[in-house]
């Protein structure tokens, strides 16, 4: 999954001096051998700031597994809060998701079943999951598809993006998605006005219409709106209740696909 942002595990070592001083205090807090000190356990400024990293010191190079589950519990605590947040912010956010009139819509327009993809044409992992988009697509005859433009490799797919936005108001907005994602190389400037061309798009409409404000907002919204899911990279999915993070396969995705119904029939 391509993302802009630090792993968990990275932000987990940025933590590392945090814990260390948790770990610290709670030891020198609950330590069997502090407590016949009473007086010296009533504040830090009475046990010397040298014995005291001495002792902090000896207690974590003799005990290194009180880091390794702190930092275990922290990480499973971040996980439970951003599944939280996320299934919140879908709760709140689910009518922008699956019906901005400025998002394309593919598939079937009147689905019983909407699966949303936020992707960015310079993601080799999105061109990776492209044709099971395209049998999902062709095998379910129900399924309404929502494109969430989110251009988050840089200005070449920022450029991308606006021009598939654009393509949009040129009724080719399908043809540009599926051959772009079946090019090879950088989508740059280049490739998609290659592809613009090719599909019969007229390109200096295109180029006029990607200086709309209106394009501007809709990505903006995007990137808004997959910050708000803790969708941080590309490919990201919505099927229902579900959110995915990372390529995903044809299976995967019938499977949620035949949940969500399966949930809105009950």
């Given at each position: 999954?391509?993302?802009r942002f630090?792993?968990?595990?990275?932000?987990g070592?940025?933590?590392?001096?945090v814990?260390?001083?948790?770990a610290?205090g709670?030891?020198?807090l609950?330590?069997?051998?502090?407590?016949?000190?009473?007086?010296?356990?009533?504040?830090?400024?009475?046990l010397?700031?040298?014995?005291?990293?001495?002792?902090?010191r000896?207690y974590?190079?003799?005990?290194?597994?009180?880091i390794v589950?702190a930092?275990q519990?922290l990480e499973?605590?971040q996980?439970?809060?951003?599944?939280?947040?996320?299934?919140?912010a879908?709760?709140?956010h689910?009518?922008e998701?699956?019906n901005?009139?400025?998002?394309?819509?593919?598939?079937?327009?009147?689905?019983?079943?909407?699966l949303v993809e936020?992707?960015d044409?310079?993601?080799?992992?999105c061109?990776q999951?492209?044709?099971?988009?395209?049998?999902a697509?062709?095998?379910?005859?129900?399924?309404?598809?929502v494109y969430?433009e989110f251009?988050i490799?840089?200005?070449?797919?920022?450029?991308?993006?606006?021009?598939?936005?654009?393509?949009?108001?040129?009724?080719?907005?399908?043809q540009?998605?599926?051959?772009m994602?079946?090019?090879?190389?950088a989508?740059?400037?280049?490739?998609?006005v290659?592809?613009?061309?090719e599909?019969?798009?007229d390109v200096e409409?295109?180029?006029?219409?990607?200086q709309d404000?209106?394009?501007?907002?809709e990505i903006e919204?995007?990137?808004?709106?997959?910050?708000?899911?803790?969708?941080?990279?590309?490919?990201?999915?919505?099927i229902g209740?579900?959110?995915?993070?990372g390529a995903?396969?044809?299976?995967?995705?019938?499977?949620?696909?035949?949940?969500?119904?399966?949930?809105?029939n009950?």
């Amino acid at each position: 999954m391509n993302s802009r942002f630090p792993s968990r595990r990275r932000f987990g070592f940025l933590l590392l001096p945090v814990l260390l001083i948790v770990a610290a205090g709670t030891w020198y807090l609950l330590d069997p051998g502090f407590k016949g000190h009473q007086q010296t356990m009533a504040s830090s400024e009475t046990l010397p700031q040298d014995a005291f990293e001495r002792r902090v010191r000896d207690y974590l190079v003799a005990n290194p597994e009180v880091i390794v589950e702190a930092m275990q519990n922290l990480e499973r605590k971040q996980r439970v809060a951003e599944q939280t947040g996320a299934q919140s912010a879908l709760s709140t956010h689910r009518d922008e998701l699956l019906n901005s009139p400025e998002s394309p819509v593919g598939g079937n327009p009147q689905g019983d079943v909407t699966l949303v993809e936020f992707f960015d044409y310079n993601c080799p992992y999105c061109r990776q999951v492209a044709p099971a988009m395209v049998a999902a697509e062709d095998g379910d005859p129900q399924l309404r598809i929502v494109y969430k433009e989110f251009p988050i490799l840089g200005p070449n797919s920022m450029f991308a993006a606006k021009a598939a936005l654009a393509s949009h108001r040129q009724n080719l907005y399908p043809q540009f998605h599926k051959a772009m994602m079946q090019a090879s190389g950088a989508a740059d400037e280049a490739q998609v006005v290659a592809v613009a061309e090719e599909i019969g798009l007229d390109v200096e409409q295109l180029r006029a219409d990607m200086q709309d404000h209106a394009i501007d907002a809709e990505i903006e919204r995007n990137l808004a709106l997959a910050r708000a899911l803790r969708i941080n990279g590309t490919p990201g999915f919505v099927i229902g209740d579900e959110i995915l993070r990372g390529a995903t396969d044809l299976q995967t995705m019938q499977r949620l696909i035949d949940q969500a119904r399966k949930d809105q029939n009950r």
